[in-house]
Every structure is written in structure tokens, then in C-alpha cells.
């Protein structure tokens, strides 16, 4: 009788599947470098709009050449669970917007340690860092490509990567490394300091969608709605004062009521440990080879991208 095949433990799991993650970027980072050479060599015209073909290339790169590389390296883990589609415990419209609250709130609160550590290393600097491409980016779009390529396709695409497919690899070992490694992962996975902390927050409240109800579609729906409305409300409107105005009243509210709903969570908030995580989680989580070449390859295009 043939043996049966152990299935890898914590670490070569978060390894495996963070190396996988290493090459997909460096896989659509190499196509579209390659591009840009190309239309740098031979003169091609964006027409439309460099920033559509900037965002177009730029998915179409991740999902069509890198996604691969994640999918091939998470075959040496196995699944431990069916991509989490249809929901085992559907969530009420009140319940939805508690959440969304939740997640609103603690995006924006990271987003001002963001702001603050970004302040702190210009200053050290002596100025000579810049504020970013993200928004300079996302200002170029025209409204219907801003709503499909920066509300729609990452809503959909990152949920089922991110949430859906990690969540196949890595429930075994319990609700609480899932949602941790999902935000981790997820915050770095955006290459840029300026993104990572409020993603990293989004990230864990996503995941726990999955892990309250069973489904991403629930995070598929909350994520379109808070890159709807940075994308297709808030940018097109920044520069009108009663809007503004209107605007920090409603944020003030939100941020509160979701802080409290947070709370009131919090309380009653608990994660089972898994028999199969190892002594130190964080250690193994954190320690081993896929990971650190992760991190370190996060570390480079944060540091380009303030200097950029």
C-alpha cells in the first residue's frame, strides 16, 4: 500500500505560498518593464490615456503572467477547503453595514499612521521623498476605465486570490493565522508604504468576512464599495467645499459608529488554535525563506517608489 503524502506544515505552507506571490509580481513587474522598453524604443503613443494603459497593462500583467506562478507553486500545498463562493451563513443588510463601519474606520485610522510615517521619513530625508504615484495615477483615469479597473476587476480578482484562494491553503491551521497572513499579504502585496497599512486593516476585516459567513462575495461587494467611493465619489469631488464639508461630517460619523461597533465585536471575538500550528506561529510565519524573499522584495519597491 502506497504511503500517503504528508501535507507540508506551517511554515513551508506560508513559505510556498509567499514565494509564489514573490514570482508573480516579479513575473508581471518583468512584462511590464519589458512593455514600457519596448514603447520607449519604438515610439508607441498611449492612446487614450497613459494612465488607462498604465492600469491595463498593469492587471493584465498580474492576472494573465503572474497569477500563474502562484497558482503552480500552491500546487505542492493541498487544499483543505473548496473556494469559499456560496455563503454557509448570509449576513442581514444591519450586520453588512456594521462591518463595513468596521473596516471603514480602521482603514482610515491606518491610513493617518500612514500619513504620519510618511511626514516623519520626508522629514528625515530632508524632503527628497515624494508623496507617491498611487494618486497621480488614479486622477489620470477617465470615470468609466477609474470604475472598472480600480472598483470592479480588484474587487473581484483580489477577493478571489487573496481571500478565496489563501483561504483554501491556509484555514487548517485556524481562523485567526488566515486572517492575519491574508491582511499581511495583501498590505504588501501593493509594493508601497502608502497603501500598506489601511490595506493590511482592509485585508483582516475581509477575511473575516470569509470566515463569518463562508463566502467571499460578501468581501467581493464591501471592497467595490470602498474603491467606488475613493475612486468614482471622492476624487471627482475633492475640490468642491460643500462637498468637503459634507464629507468630514459623514466620515466623523462612520469612524465613530464603527470604532463602537468594534467594540461591541471585540468582545465576544474568539479564535480557536489549531493542533496543527507550531509553538511560535509568528516566528514560523515570518521566518522562512519565502516569506523574508517576500518582504525584502516588498522593502525594494516601497523604497523606489518614495524615491521614484
Given at each position: 500500500?502506497?504511503?500517503?503524502?504528508?501535507?507540508?506544515?506551517?511554515?513551508?505552507?506560508?513559505?510556498?505560498?509567499?514565494?509564489?506571490?514573490?514570482?508573480?509580481?516579479?513575473?508581471?513587474?518583468?512584462?511590464?518593464?519589458?512593455?514600457?522598453?519596448?514603447?520607449?524604443?519604438?515610439?508607441?503613443?498611449?492612446?487614450?490615456?497613459?494612465?488607462?494603459?498604465?492600469?491595463?497593462?498593469?492587471?493584465?500583467?498580474?492576472?494573465?503572467?503572474?497569477?500563474?506562478?502562484?497558482?503552480?507553486?500552491?500546487?505542492?500545498?493541498?487544499?483543505?477547503?473548496?473556494?469559499?463562493?456560496?455563503?454557509?451563513?448570509?449576513?442581514?443588510?444591519?450586520?453588512?453595514?456594521?462591518?463595513?463601519?468596521?473596516?471603514?474606520?480602521?482603514?482610515?485610522?491606518?491610513?493617518?499612521?500612514?500619513?504620519?510615517?510618511?511626514?516623519?521619513?520626508?522629514?528625515?530625508?530632508?524632503?527628497?521623498?515624494?508623496?507617491?504615484?498611487?494618486?497621480?495615477?488614479?486622477e489620470g483615469l477617465p470615470p468609466l476605465w477609474g470604475f472598472l479597473l480600480v472598483a470592479v476587476l480588484p474587487a473581484v480578482c483580489e477577493e478571489l486570490v487573496f481571500r478565496g484562494y489563501?483561504?483554501?491553503?491556509?484555514?487548517?491551521?485556524?481562523?485567526?493565522?488566515?486572517?492575519?497572513?491574508?491582511?499581511?499579504?495583501?498590505?504588501?502585496?501593493?509594493?508601497?508604504?502608502?497603501?500598506?497599512?489601511?490595506?493590511?486593516?482592509?485585508?483582516?476585516?475581509?477575511?473575516?468576512?470569509?470566515?463569518?459567513?463562508?463566502?467571499?462575495?460578501?468581501?467581493?461587494?464591501?471592497?467595490?464599495?470602498?474603491?467606488?467611493?475613493?475612486?468614482?465619489?471622492?476624487?471627482?469631488?475633492?475640490?468642491?467645499?460643500?462637498?468637503?464639508?459634507?464629507?468630514?461630517?459623514?466620515?466623523?460619523?462612520?469612524?465613530?459608529?464603527?470604532?463602537?461597533?468594534?467594540?461591541?465585536?471585540?468582545?465576544?471575538?474568539?479564535?480557536?488554535?489549531?493542533?496543527?500550528?507550531?509553538?511560535?506561529?509568528?516566528?514560523?510565519?515570518?521566518?522562512?525563506?519565502?516569506?523574508?524573499?517576500?518582504?525584502?522584495?516588498?522593502?525594494?519597491l516601497a523604497v523606489l517608489n518614495l524615491i521614484s
Amino acid at each position: 500500500m502506497p504511503k500517503e503524502k504528508r501535507a507540508p506544515g506551517f511554515a513551508k505552507t506560508v513559505s510556498l505560498l509567499a514565494f509564489g506571490l514573490t514570482l508573480m509580481t516579479g513575473a508581471s513587474w518583468g512584462v511590464v518593464n519589458s512593455v514600457y522598453a519596448l514603447a520607449a524604443r519604438f515610439g508607441w503613443s498611449w492612446p487614450g490615456g497613459s494612465a488607462t494603459w498604465a492600469m491595463l497593462l498593469n492587471d493584465g500583467a498580474i492576472y494573465l503572467a503572474g497569477l500563474p506562478f502562484l497558482l503552480l507553486l500552491g500546487r505542492f500545498v493541498p487544499s483543505c477547503a473548496p473556494m469559499p463562493l456560496i455563503p454557509r451563513q448570509p449576513l442581514t443588510p444591519g450586520c453588512f453595514a456594521r462591518l463595513g463601519c468596521i473596516a471603514y474606520a480602521g482603514s482610515y485610522l491606518a491610513n493617518l499612521v500612514t500619513v504620519v510615517l510618511l511626514m516623519l521619513l520626508r522629514l528625515l530625508a530632508g524632503g527628497g521623498l515624494t508623496a507617491g504615484r498611487v494618486n497621480t495615477l488614479l486622477e489620470g483615469l477617465p470615470p468609466l476605465w477609474g470604475f472598472l479597473l480600480v472598483a470592479v476587476l480588484p474587487a473581484v480578482c483580489e477577493e478571489l486570490v487573496f481571500r478565496g484562494y489563501l483561504y483554501k491553503k491556509l484555514i487548517r491551521f485556524g481562523e485567526g493565522p488566515y486572517i492575519l497572513l491574508s491582511g499581511f499579504l495583501f498590505g504588501t502585496y501593493h509594493g508601497n508604504l502608502e497603501q500598506f497599512f489601511y490595506a493590511f486593516v482592509m485585508g483582516c476585516c475581509l477575511a473575516f468576512l470569509v470566515c463569518r459567513t463562508g463566502s467571499v462575495l460578501y468581501g467581493v461587494l464591501l471592497h467595490f464599495l470602498m474603491n467606488f467611493f475613493s475612486v468614482c465619489v471622492l476624487l471627482p469631488l475633492e475640490n468642491s467645499l460643500a462637498f468637503t464639508a459634507l464629507l468630514g461630517w459623514a466620515m466623523q460619523a462612520v469612524i465613530g459608529m464603527g470604532i463602537g461597533f468594534f467594540v461591541q465585536l471585540r468582545r465576544g471575538l474568539r479564535f480557536a488554535r489549531s493542533p496543527a500550528l507550531p509553538g511560535h506561529p509568528a516566528a514560523a510565519a515570518l521566518l522562512n525563506p519565502g516569506m523574508l524573499t517576500w518582504i525584502i522584495c516588498f522593502a525594494l519597491l516601497a523604497v523606489l517608489n518614495l524615491i521614484s
